[in-house]
């Protein structure tokens, strides 16, 4: 049976279904505590704990048609936030992963310009290929790579299948290295 404190939140999620956010300040109000702790907890950081709990209170209120029919707000709230955790830390190691393989440059003896010209010329030229990637591909891919999402959550934001989601990102990888291959290497 549920507590008279699962009841009010079940009908506070059902309220924000409905587009009252005097329910949705009301849920914030009583959640955003524990889960920045939770987060933190988890995290050791708490900037990065605070931006989770409050991406995760924006994503609440940009999915709120889906919340009336949810039976434990305090779970949900809690299992959003731990995958929350999760895919940040998730994406810290790939990052730190890709800063590793970058070998330590002495740039001091770079002549600065040219490597700028470079660079511009590096990244005119990856933007001009992934813009002439077929239309869907090329949402998908920017999806990864700019907003950093996975591919789960591009599929659900664009209502695909996960493998379709991975296919897709693969086949922009595939396109993308075998038209940059020599390029790069020449600039």
Partial sequence: MATSSTSVDIHLFSQIS???VNAYTEIYNRYFDLLFLHALKRLKDPEAAKDLVQDLFTALWNKRDNLAGITNPSHYLYTATRHGVLNYI?????????????PDLNLSSINQTDH???????????????SELPHKMREIFLLSRNEGLTHKEIAERLGL???TVKTQVKNALR???GKLGLSLYLI
């Fill in 18 to 20: 409905l587009g009252d």
């Fill in 90 to 102: 998730s994406r810290q190691k790939m990052q730190s992963g890709y800063m590793k393989g970058i």
């Fill in 116 to 130: 700028l010209i470079r660079q511009n010329q590096l990244a005119a030229l990856i933007e001009k290929e992934v």
């Fill in 161 to 163: 299948a996960e493998l």
């Fill in 175 to 177: 396109i993308l290295r």
